[in-house]
């Protein structure tokens, strides 16, 4: 009696990310010995129990062998995993920022300080400190990737504004402030870093001044008006 056995199949995924693994699955029974063998083990290893680890990006034939010795084979692709791609930032405290990276359809950022959202490929960060992400981006065949966007708070400008002055009234006074390549002030007074004020009532001017980097920073002046003195004439007699 000639017994024609039936020609074995491989079942699983057959394709997969570098680093990631497959399991095959081959008709019972199988061989007794080099049941699974790969073509190419630089691009895909296979154990004996058909688990293929994807070693480099490229394709091998991996073939399965049953109890009969019969044979089947297929093409065993390793893909490429995505390139994220994204740029670091400088922006000074507190102001909110984008973040944006690309390469993939999905992704996750981490640590979830200071961002509006752990999701998407751009992302809002508002904070004080410098602070490093790690982005996983996941694409269409489920492959990720990873980068790193750092963000660089920068130091806000030192700004001193002169000190507080007391006028008699209808006087005068200089205020000026120092710490930054640019002024600006309330009260009327536009820029420039020195002014010469005659407030009819104590006022308090507020200067913003403008860093190198383009940070700014605050600082307040007061110039109060001082009580006129008064003088008491006794007549004799």
């Known amino acids: 009696t000639i017994t024609v056995s039936a020609l074995p199949t491989i079942t699983g995924n057959l394709s997969v990310c570098a680093g990631s693994t497959s399991q095959l699955v081959g008709t019972a029974p199988s061989a007794a010995a080099n049941a699974w063998v790969s073509a190419n083990p630089a691009v895909a290893t296979v154990s004996s129990t058909g688990l293929v680890t994807a070693v480099a990006v490229g ?119 120092t710490g930054g390549v640019a002024y600006s002030w309330d009260n009327g007074l536009g820029t420039g870093q020195t002014h010469t004020v005659n407030p009819n009532s104590a006022t308090t001017y507020t200067v913003t001044a403008t860093g190198a980097n383009g940070c700014t920073n605050s600082d307040q002046v007061s110039v109060s008006l001082s009580t006129p003195p008064t003088a008491n004439i006794a007549g004799g007699t």
């Open 59 to 177: 394709s091998t034939t991996i073939t399965y062998t049953n109890l009969a010795g019969c044979s089947a084979t297929a093409t065993f692709n390793v893909v490429t995993s995505p390139t994220i791609v994204g740029a670091n930032a400088s922006v000074c405290p507190g102001t909110p920022i984008n973040l944006t990276v690309s390469g993939a359809q999905a992704y996750v950022w981490s640590p979830a300080v200071n961002l509006n959202t752990t999701a998407g490929a751009t992302v809002t960060f508002t904070g004080v400190a410098d602070q490093t992400y790690t982005v996983t981006g996941t694409d269409a065949g489920g492959c990720t990737g990873t980068t790193t966007v750092a963000v660089s708070v920068l130091p806000l400008p030192t700004v001193v504004a002169s000190t507080d002055q007391i006028i008699c009234p209808g006087g005068s006074a200089t205020i000026f402030a």
